[in-house]
Antibody
Framework: EVQLVQSGAEVKKPGESLRISCKGS????????VGWVRQMPGKGPEWMGI????????RYSPSFQGQVTISADKSMSTAFLQWSSLKASDSALYYC???????????????WGQGTLVTVSS | DIVMTQTLLFSTVTLGQPASISCRSS???????????LSWLQQRPGQPPKLLIY???SRFSGVPDRFSGSGAGTDFTLKISRVEAEDVGIYYC?????????FGQGTKLEIK
């Protein structure tokens, strides 16, 4: 059974760093893309970026380029989303999702993690 | 960047009746490989998004056949043939033809 299990909720102060995780199981982690999506309270989801764990190719949406770092550890079947200096505006629910790929790029995102709530408050 | 627009933000439907949700993209979603990467996702309250339909009209594994997708180019529709109580939630169209990928604003389905 394919599963993406995300790390638990975090409460942080502005300026602190954070890394959240997304562990894939039930499939060959290296051969599917993993995407990260932000959902702010009461709003629709927004794409942050995607990573192909097989070769660590990473793409960032322009709004998130330079604001976060996406990485993956093949040996752990885990993808990460990282901030070096959090802001209150980073408070949101973050989802990871598996990108189904036939040749190169993800065609669609078929399995989703349960979400990680990040709260940034002084 | 491709902008996805769902003009109807709310839809109230009687149980057992059909529902239709539309989505338009700011440019054609036909990929250079000939496929159109338009998906529909359902998000129930307090739940992550769930894939219903991919490549315009392919139903994902386990999705009831009352859900169907259609369209081409820039105009797409999700139809529910007979709405059930469990269909309450927000429905998003999403394109993965061109990065950065993008979602529509969502259409909230309520049951009368």
């Amino acid at each position: 059974e394919v599963q993406l299990v995300q790390s638990g909720a975090e409460v942080k102060k502005p300026g602190e760093s954070l890394r959240i995780s997304c562990k894939g199981s039930g499939y060959t982690f290296n051969t599917y893309w993993v995407g990260w999506v932000r959902q702010m309270p009461g709003k629709g989801p927004e794409w942050m970026g995607i990573i192909y764990p097989g070769d660590s190719e990473t793409r960032y949406s322009p709004s998130f380029q330079g604001q976060v770092t996406i990485s993956a550890d093949k040996s752990m079947s885990t993808a990460f989303l990282q901030w070096s200096s959090l802001k209150a505006s980073d408070s949101a629910l973050y989802y990871c999702a598996r990108g189904y790929v036939l040749l190169f790029d993800p065609q669609y995102f078929d399995f989703w993690g349960q979400g990680t709530l990040v709260t940034v408050s002084s | 960047d491709i902008v996805m627009t769902q003009t109807l933000l709310f839809s109230t439907v009687t149980l057992g009746q059909p529902a239709s949700i539309s989505c338009r993209s700011s440019q054609s979603l036909v990929h250079s490989d000939g496929n159109t990467y338009l998906s529909w996702l359902q998000q129930r309250p307090g739940q992550p998004p769930k894939l219903l339909i991919y490549k315009i009209s392919s139903r994902f594994s386990g999705v009831p056949d009352r859900f169907s997708g259609s369209g081409a180019g820039t105009d797409f529709t999700l139809k529910i043939s007979r709405v059930e109580a469990e269909d309450v939630g927000i429905y998003y169209c999403m394109q993965t033809t061109q990065f950065p990928y993008s979602f529509g604003q969502g259409t909230k389905l309520e049951i009368k």
